[in-house]
């Protein structure tokens, strides 16, 4: 049976879950198993002497990072297809930009975002099941700072292009809700790719440059954030309503954005660590946007615990419900 | 102890991370369930 799905660009959040999802995977696996230098790879896993209760919690673990790799990489590649069909249809693109009432086209941000976590999925998840590949990893940091530089430029120029439209006469931005947060979490996860190479590369001029390129990205992207969430929250408080069912679920879009400004700010904060003579900062960091994390999750979650109850299983499918995961 | 690291010195938030990667999975496989059955092509009936 084949599908009848109409391309649009918030399509690309189901590869961009798919991803978070390999990559949490990796990340229990890198931090609870010990291992040689570097990510963790299949070939780090002995599972000759692990005990079977070990076993029994770890190989789930990795069958799931692999089921969501594969995912984020196969949809990645689907996806990517039908946008450059998308991009050929006269008018098709000019369309959905103009179109900025209630932030609809706040979802161009997704392709950014989703493409951002793929060139992740691709060094950890990826790399965990193609160990060859952590041999050649400096090899590929001179690519991964040119896919990076192209990532952060069509963000910039996605920002300039769609940010005109949302300030624009005419425009009610009282309607705005959190979907609206889309390009912030773009930035997140664009400065992710950049303190990746940051923590990874070899190369004092490719560091250099990634670090420099990242500082921007997270400096932009925290201006993004704290102004478009102070502005949300005001409305939202203002008008004493919850926004409509289908957009609830974009409330949870701060959970991974908080995360990935730390984790970012975290790795820079290393790499500037020398400089600042080790002033902790980035401990302080990493904790304050994990604490942030929990705390507006929790929160989130008790404001529209009705959502939860009533409606969500029984409810047709939005694309904010991605947010959820 | 199998696990070390900064946010492993406490079994509890292993734990926590642990189950968060299927609560992930999960709610993924729910949202994607919603996705798939919202993009069934709608079948024609033949009208006679």
Redesign the interface.
């Known amino acids: 049976?084949?599908?009848?799905?109409k391309f649009h660009p918030l399509l690309f959040q189901?590869s961009l879950?798919?991803g978070?999802?390999a990559l949490?995977?990796f990340?229990?696996l890198h931090?609870?198993?010990?291992h040689h230098k570097g990510p963790i790879t299949l070939d780090d896993i002995s599972w000759g002497i692990m005990s079977p209760s070990?076993v029994a919690?770890y190989a789930p673990?990795v069958l799931?990072m692999l089921a969501?790799t594969l995912l984020n990489l196969l949809l990645t590649v689907y996806f990517l297809y039908r946008l450059v069909k998308w991009l050929r249809e006269p008018g098709a693109y000019t369309a959905f930009r103009s179109n900025a009432q209630g932030n609809q086209n706040a979802g161009i941000f997704a392709i950014v975002g989703s493409l951002s976590m793929t060139v992740n999925v691709f060094w950890a998840p990826f790399g965990f099941f193609v160990p060859q590949m952590s041999r050649y990893m400096q090899a590929m940091m001179l690519p991964s700072l040119v896919i990076f530089g192209l990532l952060l430029t069509a963000l910039i120029f996605l920002e300039v292009t769609f940010g005109r439209t949302w300030f624009a006469p005419g425009i009610d931005r009282t309607k705005f809700n959190f979907v609206w947060l889309l390009d912030a979490f773009a930035f997140g996860l664009v400065a992710l790719t950049g303190s990746g190479i940051v923590a990874m590369a070899s190369s004092h001029l490719i560091v250099d440059i990634a670090a420099r390129a990242t500082l921007f990205t997270l400096g932009v992207g925290s201006i993004i954030l704290l102004y478009k969430v102070g502005y949300l929250t005001f409305n939202h408080v203002k008008a004493g309503q919850l926004p409509a069912h289908p957009v609830m679920p974009a409330f949870f879009l701060i959970v991974p954005m908080a995360c990935l400004f730390g984790l970012a700010a975290y790795r820079i904060e290393n790499y500037l660590a020398p400089a600042a003579g080790g002033s902790g900062l980035a401990s302080t960091l990493i904790t304050a946007s994990y604490v942030l994390a929990i705390v507006w999750g929790l929160g989130a979650i008790y404001v529209i615990r009705d959502y939860f109850r009533s409606y969500f299983v029984k409810?047709?499918?939005a694309p904010p419900?991605?947010g959820?995961? | 102890m199998?696990?070390?690291?900064?946010?492993?010195q406490y079994t509890a938030l292993?734990a926590l991370?642990?189950l968060?990667?299927?609560l992930?999975?999960i709610?993924?496989g729910l949202?994607?369930s919603?996705?798939?059955?919202?993009?069934?092509?709608?079948e024609r009936v033949a009208v006679a």
């Open positions: 049976m084949k599908l009848s799905i189901a879950a798919a978070g999802v949490m995977a990340n229990y931090f609870a198993i010990p070990q919690l673990m799931v969501f409810s047709p499918f419900q991605w959820f995961v | 199998y696990v070390y690291g900064f946010f492993y292993s991370n642990y968060s990667v299927y992930g999975a709610m993924y949202v994607m919603k996705f798939l059955v919202a993009h069934r092509p709608v």
